[in-house]
């Protein structure tokens, strides 16, 4: 495995190219090294914001190709930013509506999008807390962040056009960005509980929420979670993939370590019913998945 980190210069004075070529090259690595800071900076900035739109506009502006890491010395700097009248709540004291009822289903698509806000967090924290894995890696994770945020995006609008909702206007629980923070010193642990775990629950629980609000008549939120769901299959076999990378890199047996990690690490319990056709494309094998029964 190559793991590589660019090493930025100072930027070379336009002066210098007469003198020396060879400082057109200089030059070059300069600008190159100032948009890997200006995207870094706003992947940062994007992590940080309280607005959900800004938030959401902001990731959709990240350049991809230009980012490279750069270790954060204050870790109070890697603290998401959140809307700041969104009420956290324990998950046993989130209100329970019918969806049969309007407010019902309302309450159900924001607890989704407050999913996927929390989402964007996640994969823009596993490319901003762990600066020595290879490019792909932060490729991948943005990538994912942009897609988290398209979810947000069209959850936001279908609550504010259909439901006169906006996010913030429910209570939430903040169990995926929990399980983030106890995962911040191990980016195996982190690659292994958050896609692997809480947000493989997403394919297993999907399609049964899609048919009862198929069966409400919603069926704009059937579309967007069948995008969802698309789009998640994908995000958890990123993180199967990162998982099974780190695995073979410590010399570790995947099996094993993620059962070590869930104990140590406190994740909850899987429970069924599982999407194991889902879980399959999205890259689990055959052994993990005959390990949830």
Same mark, same amino acid.
């Given at each position: 495995?190559?793991?590589?980190?660019?090493?930025?210069?100072?930027?070379?004075?336009?002066?210098?190219?007469?003198?020396?070529?060879?400082?057109?090259?200089?030059?070059?690595?300069?600008?190159?090294?100032?948009?890997?800071?200006?995207?870094?900076?706003?992947?940062?900035?994007?992590?940080?914001?309280?607005?959900?739109?800004?938030?959401?506009?902001?990731?959709?502006?990240?350049?991809?190709?230009?980012? %490279?890491?750069?270790?954060?010395?204050?870790?109070?700097?890697?603290?998401?930013g959140f809307p700041a009248h969104l009420q956290f709540v324990s998950p046993q004291a989130v209100p329970q509506r019918a969806l049969s009822t309007p407010p019902g289903r309302a309450a159900l698509l924001h607890a989704i999008a407050h999913i996927e806000y929390n989402a964007i967090h996640?994969?823009?924290?596993?490319?901003?807390?762990?600066?020595?894995?290879?490019?792909? $890696?932060?490729?991948?994770?943005?990538?994912?962040?942009?897609?988290?945020?398209?979810?947000?995006?069209?959850?936001?609008?279908?609550?504010?056009?259909?439901?006169?909702?906006?996010?913030?206007?429910?209570? %939430?629980?903040?169990?995926?960005?929990?399980?983030?923070?106890?995962?911040?010193?191990?980016?195996?642990?982190?690659?292994?509980?958050?896609?692997?775990?809480?947000?493989?629950?997403?394919?297993?629980?999907?399609?049964?929420?899609?048919?009862?609000?198929?069966?409400?008549?919603?069926?704009?939120?059937?579309?967007?979670?069948?995008?969802?769901?698309?789009?998640?299959?994908?995000?958890?076999?990123?993180?199967?993939?990162?998982?099974?990378?780190?695995?073979?890199?410590?010399?570790?047996?995947?099996?094993?370590?993620?059962?070590?990690?869930?104990?140590? $690490?406190?994740?909850?319990?899987?429970?069924?019913?599982?999407?194991?056709?889902?879980?399959?494309?999205?890259?689990?094998?055959?052994?993990?998945?005959?390990?949830?029964?």
């Amino acid at each position: 495995m190559h793991w590589s980190i660019l090493v930025c210069r100072p930027k070379s004075a336009p002066h210098v190219f007469r003198q020396n070529p060879r400082a057109q090259i200089a030059h070059t690595e300069a600008e190159i090294c100032h948009n890997a800071e200006m995207t870094f900076s706003a992947a940062l900035h994007a992590f940080q914001l309280t607005d959900s739109n800004a938030k959401a506009a902001a990731v959709f502006a990240l350049d991809i190709g230009a980012f %490279v890491p750069h270790a954060i010395a204050d870790d109070a700097l890697l603290t998401p930013g959140f809307p700041a009248h969104l009420q956290f709540v324990s998950p046993q004291a989130v209100p329970q509506r019918a969806l049969s009822t309007p407010p019902g289903r309302a309450a159900l698509l924001h607890a989704i999008a407050h999913i996927e806000y929390n989402a964007i967090h996640l994969a823009l924290d596993a490319a901003l807390r762990f600066p020595k894995m290879p490019h792909a $890696y932060y490729e991948d994770w943005l990538q994912v962040a942009k897609e988290e945020a398209l979810h947000f995006s069209l959850l936001a609008a279908h609550l504010a056009q259909h439901y006169k909702t906006s996010y913030g206007d429910f209570p %939430v629980h903040n169990g995926l960005w929990e399980m983030a923070a106890r995962t911040q010193g191990d980016v195996l642990a982190r690659i292994a509980l958050v896609p692997r775990v809480l947000e493989a629950r997403g394919l297993d629980v999907t399609p049964a929420i899609a048919a009862k609000l198929r069966q409400a008549g919603d069926l704009r939120s059937v579309e967007i979670l069948d995008i969802i769901l698309r789009d998640e299959i994908g995000h958890v076999a990123i993180g199967n993939k990162w998982y099974a990378s780190l695995c073979e890199a410590a010399q570790c047996d995947p099996i094993a370590t993620f059962a070590q990690l869930r104990t140590k $690490y406190r994740a909850p319990p899987m429970r069924p019913p599982f999407n194991l056709d889902a879980r399959r494309r999205a890259g689990f094998t055959e052994l993990e998945l005959k390990e949830l029964s």
